[in-house]
């Protein structure tokens, strides 16, 4: 089975597909500009002397910090479009953490956007972390990919070559027997 992790859960929350393709160690293109821009907005929002990298089997988060003796660990994004996704990661993230017993709270940081979004494990969020982990168990078990499905993240994907060759990702699907008639 291959190791869960947080990022493995953001990929599932935005394409299955992908999430499988890296399960199964079929990596994309690493001089993709859309992996270069995250690395490198992420280490110009948060200058390196105030970083602190957290890394655990199955994790790596951006930012540890301590505030008035409370630990938070941050995870820096490109934007919010994604919210859900890394929510997903960061709750995680939590957990992992309190299974080491360090009771931690979470921070969803969009730089360009000036935001930040408190993140909890909750309830709903345990609930909806057991849920999500559960499902990307199930599909990762599966002997093959899912086929891929044209969302707005196929655009900026490094997988998109591997998908798509040489259509548009965004082109509109074919349109369905019953939409000819
Ligand atoms: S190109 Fe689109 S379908 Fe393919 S892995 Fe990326 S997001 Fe998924």
Redesign the pocket.
């Known amino acids: 089975m291959p190791k869960l992790t947080g990022t493995l859960l953001w990929y599932w929350a935005i ?1 299955k ?2 999430a499988w ?1 890296l399960a199964h160690e079929i990596t994309p293109d690493e001089d993709d500009p859309y992996l270069e821009l995250g690395r490198f907005l992420s280490k110009r929002a948060y200058p390196r002397s105030k970083r602190r990298e957290l890394s655990l089997p199955g994790m790596k988060v951006d930012l540890l910090e301590t505030e008035a003796g409370e630990v938070v660990i941050a995870e820096v994004k490109k934007s919010s479009r994604f919210v859900a996704a890394a929510r997903l990661q960061l709750l995680f993230y939590l957990q992992r953490l309190e299974e080491h017993g360090v009771y931690a709270r979470g921070e969803l940081r969009f730089p360009k956007e000036r935001k930040r979004l408190e993140i909890e494990l909750d309830v709903e969020g345990r609930a909806r972390l057991k849920q999500a982990i559960e499902d990307l168990q199930e599909l990762i078990q599966e002997p093959l990919p899912p086929p ?2 044209r ?1 707005p ?2 655009r900026r ?1 490094a ?2 070559d591997f ?2 060759g040489d259509l548009d ?1 965004h082109a509109a699907p074919a349109p369905k027997k019953e939409d000819r008639a």
């Open positions: 394409c597909r992908e393709l891929p499905q969302i993240f196929c994907c997988y998109r998908c798509w990702p």
